[in-house]
């Protein structure tokens, strides 16, 4: 009897587990994509407003133009990523020769004691540390954020020695670029996601086209430099008026967007689909509507785009996957402008996901 029972509980139990997993996988998820610049000069208090709109929509993620640390880990040490953040790894190891990352058992435990008292400094800076030599540049930058501009007025004396033996003090770490008070996310999304007390940033960024890119990129230089120099040498031809169509693409995305500076007016035109059609020939040599121009380099500018969209689905990819593991069923994704409005595309091409624009928000 109980053998039987036991079959039929077992029975039901594989009917449930599938039917459990796609209702997962198959959950509503709402997305707030937001285009965003890499260059944000503005006082702290300039950005309020933005802000303010996405801390109102009470998003469950927060996701970055990050590359996961085990992604980060397995690229090639002359990938640019990598290249970019192992002096700053080394940096922080050599101030800290012993320091080993911290067990995921060890960050979880600190990230609770974080959560439920967010002043255990030394706490938090060995958090930090962990998420440096661990390769998690999100939440190093996140932390770091935190420790150097939320944290550190309220340091004790010991404290601030300890912060300052450990990374080397303020100004070590922007000269280092462990803390970018002028990107994005000093400006807006580490501030959002303190304020709305997430734990953590994830990381959405996809660089296992880099060196394809890479290559297809350079090859559509070479074309272009060769342009260039047929163009010094007669300006009349009409591969002349080519490449004056290719610098005029540069002139328009520079003349584009508001008369003021105002970051919410900023962000607002970067938000619109009228800011791809001059992001794509000022990021393309002129894009496509220069195929098949006289001297255009279309194939290699092909072959660039092909990369550069399967960047774009990788990263959509990252997000879907991400939230959806984590139960999320509203997330915000901050990522570089040009890539704002062809992921919103391939998100509201997913099923199950809806795109919300930041300009739509209350």
Request: proline share 6%; glycine share 6%; with cysteine.
């Amino acid at each position: 009897m109980l053998l039987s029972t036991l079959r039929h509980l077992l029975f039901c139990l594989l009917l449930v587990l599938p039917l459990a997993a796609h209702s997962q996988s198959a959950a509503p998820l709402e997305v707030v994509m937001v285009a965003s610049s890499h260059v944000n000069t503005g006082p702290a208090a300039s950005y309020r407003p933005v802000i303010e709109k996405l801390k109102a929509y009470k998003p469950d993620m927060i996701f970055g133009e990050y590359i996961s640390a085990t992604e980060l880990q397995q690229l090639p040490a002359d990938n640019y990523a990598s290249r970019m953040f192992r002096p700053r790894q080394q940096f922080v190891q050599q101030r800290s020769p012993k320091a080993r990352p911290l067990t995921a058992r060890q960050m979880e435990k600190a990230r609770q004691a974080l959560a439920g008292f967010p002043y255990y400094h030394k706490t938090r800076m060995e958090l930090a540390r962990s998420y440096v030599l661990g390769s998690d540049r999100a939440n190093a930058e996140y932390q770091l954020y935190l420790l150097n501009q939320e944290m550190k007025p309220r340091f004790g004396a010991q404290e601030l020695a300890y912060f300052n033996t450990v990374f080397g003090g303020s100004d070590s770490l922007k000269q280092r670029r462990l803390v970018r008070s002028t990107s994005e996310y000093h400006k807006i999304f580490f501030p959002l996601a303190y304020e709305l007390q997430h734990p953590q940033i994830y990381p959405m960024d996809c660089q296992l086209y880099d060196v394809a890119w890479s290559t297809a990129w350079g090859q559509a230089a070479e074309r272009v430099a060769a342009l260039e120099a047929r163009f010094k040498l007669d300006s009349t031809s009409a591969e002349a008026t080519t490449w004056r169509r290719m610098n005029a693409a540069g002139t328009t995305y520079a003349n584009y967007g508001p008369t003021t500076n105002e970051p919410l007016a900023v962000y607002q035109s970067l938000n619109v689909p009228a800011y791809a059609q001059v992001d794509e020939p000022a990021n393309f040599y002129g894009g496509v509507a220069l195929y098949g121009a006289p001297g255009f380099p279309t194939e290699e500018v092909k072959a660039m785009k092909a990369q550069w969209m399967l960047r774009n689905q990788g990263m959509c990819a990252n997000v879907v996957r991400l939230a959806r593991q984590q139960g999320a069923r509203r997330v915000v994704v901050a990522v570089g402008a040009s890539h704002g409005q062809v992921m919103t595309e391939l998100l509201r091409a997913t099923p199950g996901v809806t795109v919300v624009s930041f300009n739509d928000l209350p």
